[in-house]
Structures are given as structure tokens and as C-alpha cells.
Antibody, heavy 120, light 107 residues
Framework: EVQLVQSGAEVKKPGESLRISCKGSGYSFSNYWIAWVRQTPGKGLEWMGIIYPGDSNTRDSPSFQGHVTISADKSISTAYLQWNSLKASDTAIYYC?????????????WGQGTLVSVSS | AIQMTQSPASLSASVGDRVTITCRASQGIRDDLGWYQQKPGKAPKLLIYGASSLQSGVPSRFSGSGSGTDFTLTISSLQPEDIATYYCLQDYNYPWTFGQGTKVEIK
């Protein structure tokens, strides 16, 4: 069974650093792109970027470039989203998803989401 | 970035009604579009990929159509469990972009 399990909720202060994770199981983690998607309170979905764990190739959205880093460690089947200096506006739920490109590009499995709260 | 304009922003329909949601791309995207359903407090769920292909396990009352710039998600007979927000997502080029979402409620 394909599963993506994300790390738990975080409460941080502005300026702090943070790394959240997404661990895949039930499939060959190295061979599928992983997407990260943000959902701010009461708002829609925003595509942040993707990573191919096999070679750590990434495609970042310009809206998030320079503020967040997407990475992966294929040896432990885990993808990461990292901030060096959080802002209050980073308060959101973050989802990871597996992308299957064999039949178009579809995000066919999703993690449960990680709530990040940033407040002074 | 390609802009995806989704309409309506919300709709209210009766059980059994036919519901249509549209998504328009700011430029042609072939059939590189998916539709996702998100229920409150839950992760999105894939319904349709490649504009018209039904994801395995998704009820056949859901269907997608369109190509180029104009796309449609249709629920042939609305059921109570279909209450959710629906999003389109273009995967034609980077950055991928979502529509703003359509909230579907029962009248």
C-alpha cells in the first residue's frame, strides 16, 4: 500500500528555522517525483515545487524560490521542506504528494498534511 | 506562469442534480490538467487526470472534458458525499498552477 506520512504539527516564532518531512512507503520512492503544496488558512492550494528523489532534481515555483528549500534523502525514502527564517505568512498546512508520470502527470497519493503555525 | 481561472467560486445544488465546474487556462495546455477534490480537514484527492481519465476507484458520476484552454468537471448526479471544494491543476509547464477552487454545497 502506497503511503506518504508527514511529520507532526509545528509551532514556531518568526525568524526560526524548520524542516518538515514526508516519508514514502509501499513503492519505489526514488523513482517518483514528490510535490509540495501549501494551503493557507481558508485559502486554496498553491504548488510550491517538486523533487525527484533519485537524483534530487528539483523544479521550484518562483513564488517560493529563495525562501524555502526542497530536498530528499532516498536512502530513507523521505522528502523535506525547509525554511531558514520563518515568517508569520508561512502559517499554513503543507501537503506532499506522489506524482505518477506514466499516464500524464497526476498526484495520485497525498500525505495527511503538516500544520505550521508561525507567531510571535 | 499559466493562470487557471475556475468558475464558479461556489455553487449550491440539490442531490441528484448535474453539476458543472469549469477551468480556463491563460494559454493552451493540451490535456495536461487534473481535477482534485478536497473535503474539510483532509488532503486533496485525485479525481481526473489527463483532462478526461478517471482515476481508479473514483465513482463514474465524475467526468472531465476539454483540451487547450477550456476544461470541465461534471458530476452527473450530485451525492451528499460530494460536498467538497474542487480544484483544477495544470501540469503542462512549471510552475504548475491550481485554479482558485469551487466549493460545492447541498441546497
Amino acid at each position: 500500500e502506497v503511503q506518504l506520512v508527514q511529520s507532526g504539527a509545528e509551532v514556531k516564532k518568526p525568524g526560526e528555522s524548520l524542516r518538515i518531512s514526508c516519508k514514502g512507503s509501499g513503492y519505489s520512492f526514488s523513482n517518483y517525483w514528490i510535490a509540495w503544496v501549501r494551503q493557507t488558512p481558508g485559502k486554496g492550494l498553491e504548488w510550491m515545487g517538486i523533487i525527484y528523489p533519485g537524483d534530487s532534481n528539483t523544479r521550484d515555483s518562483p513564488s517560493f524560490q529563495g525562501h524555502v528549500t526542497i530536498s530528499a534523502d532516498k536512502s530513507i525514502s523521505t522528502a523535506y521542506l525547509q525554511w531558514n527564517s520563518l515568517k508569520a505568512s508561512d502559517t499554513a498546512i503543507y501537503y506532499c504528494g506522489r506524482i505518477d508520470v506514466l499516464a500524464g502527470a497526476k498526484v495520485d497519493f497525498w500525505g495527511q498534511g503538516t500544520l505550521v503555525s508561525v507567531s510571535s | 506562469a499559466i493562470q487557471m481561472t475556475q468558475s464558479p467560486a461556489s455553487l449550491s445544488a440539490s442531490v441528484g442534480d448535474r453539476v458543472t465546474i469549469t477551468c480556463r487556462a491563460s494559454q493552451g495546455i493540451r490535456d495536461d490538467l487534473g481535477w482534485y477534490q478536497q473535503k474539510p480537514g483532509k488532503a486533496p484527492k485525485l479525481l481526473i487526470y489527463g483532462a478526461s481519465s478517471l482515476q481508479s476507484g473514483v465513482p463514474s458520476r465524475f467526468s472531465g472534458s476539454g483540451s487547450g484552454t477550456d476544461f470541465t468537471l461534471t458530476i452527473s448526479s450530485l451525492q451528499p458525499e460530494d460536498i467538497a471544494t474542487y480544484y483544477c491543476l495544470q501540469d503542462y509547464n512549471y510552475p504548475w498552477t491550481f485554479g482558485q477552487g469551487t466549493k460545492v454545497e447541498i441546497k
